[in-house]
Nanobody, 122 residues
């Protein structure tokens, strides 16, 4: 089974950019649908975007045009490039793996990383 580890979170000013990474081990990430989710305290885990085994991407409306998911097969890593960040983007960001071909519900994802905190100051 795949193990996932996120990194790259931090503090950024509103309007800034940040890229978080998700390194997979134990299996190739390209065998799974990889999703990015975020969760703020007291709120439900929210779908951010995903990349399919065939490279297709989809995004939540709230991040479309600002966030981009990219991959590095050689490093077995998936990236979430975030730009034009706003305070409402503040959350713990998680990557997750699913055997579904497409899914936005967190219940469809079986494997999760530990998360990385992104804080956007106003």
């Amino acid at each position: 089974q795949v193990q996932l580890v996120e990194s790259g979170g931090g503090l950024v000013q509103a309007g800034g950019s940040l890229t978080v990474s998700c390194v997979a081990s134990g299996d190739s990430f390209s065998n799974y649908l990889i999703g990015w989710f975020r969760q703020n305290s007291g709120k439900e885990r929210e779908f951010v975007g995903s990349v399919s085994p065939y490279g297709g991407t989809m995004y939540a409306d709230s991040v479309k045009g600002r966030f981009i998911i990219s991959t590095d097969n050689a490093e077995n890593t998936v990236f979430l490039q975030m730009s034009s960040l706003q305070p409402e983007d503040t959350a713990v960001y998680y990557c997750a793996a699913s055997t579904f071909s497409a899914a936005t519900a967190y219940s469809a994802y079986d494997y999760w990383g530990q998360g990385t905190q992104v804080t956007v100051s106003s």
